[in-house]
């Protein structure tokens, strides 16, 4: 089995290059922004309690994510690996995240860091909430907040692997197929 974390602001690219990613290598991809948004139209109790927070631009507290990817990884016993994108957001995740993957005799390959500069972090959402219908991308202030949020709580995550040397910082800026080049080249270097 073999686990990668994509990781990176708002905006950076996870998402576009996860579909990618997990088709080439044949990972279950779980995105805990895109599990939490099929709960907000499912109307469920978690999703309008997330949807508050969402909105805002703030993360949804820990025990609620950890708990959705910990019924994630119970319901895909047959995976290969897994892709986790937008997860995990905080230290507390990330050595949740560790420990759940331990319980599966696994543990993480490689955390691939996308770096994009805030002007063309705002710049990608901003044009992307002109028909993305998402609330969040909707004005400048909760994008903004959705940085800093990111800078306050969730870099420190890339830090925590650093510590196990499992981090590449990859230029997230250039064309979709450069950046899947070379987010290629670092998994195949460490699978
Ligand atoms: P989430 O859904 O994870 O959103 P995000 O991290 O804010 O990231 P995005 O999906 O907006 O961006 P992305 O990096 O995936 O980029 P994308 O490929 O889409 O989270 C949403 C919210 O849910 C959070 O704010 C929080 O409230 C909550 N949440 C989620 N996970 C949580 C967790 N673990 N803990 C607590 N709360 C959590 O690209 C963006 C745009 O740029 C697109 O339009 C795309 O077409 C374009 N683009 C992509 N690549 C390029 C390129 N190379 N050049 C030009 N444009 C590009």
């Not at 937008?86 to 957001?89: A, E």
């Not at 997230?172 to 064309?175: F, I, R, S, V, Y």
């Given at each position: 089995m073999f686990n990668i974390i994509l990781f990176g602001p708002p905006g950076s690219g996870k998402g576009t290059q996860s579909e990618r990613l997990v088709l080439k290598y044949g990972l279950k991809h779980l995105s805990t922004g895109d599990i939490l948004r099929s709960e907000i139209a499912s109307q469920t109790p978690l999703g309008l309690e997330a949807k508050n927070l969402m909105d805002k631009g703030q993360l949804v507290p820990d025990e609620v994510v950890i708990g959705m990817i910990s019924s994630a990884l119970e319901n895909n016993p047959q995976a290969k690996g897994f892709l986790f994108d937008?997860?995990?957001?905080t230290e507390a995740q990330a050595e949740a995240l560790d420990k759940l993957l331990k319980l599966k005799q696994t543990e993480i390959g490689v955390v691939l860091a996308l770096i994009v500069s805030e002007e063309e972090l705002v710049q990608r959402l901003l044009n992307r909430g002109l028909t993305s219908g998402r609330p969040d991308d909707n004005n400048v202030e909760v994008i903004r907040a959705r940085i800093t949020e990111y800078h306050k709580k969730t870099s420190v995550v890339a830090d925590y692997y650093r510590k196990f040397n499992k981090v590449f910082d990859i230029p997230?800026?250039?064309?979709v197929d450069e950046i899947f080049e070379s987010l290629c080249e670092k998994i195949d270097e460490r699978m």
């Open positions: 937008g997860f995990p957001r997230g800026e250039g064309t």
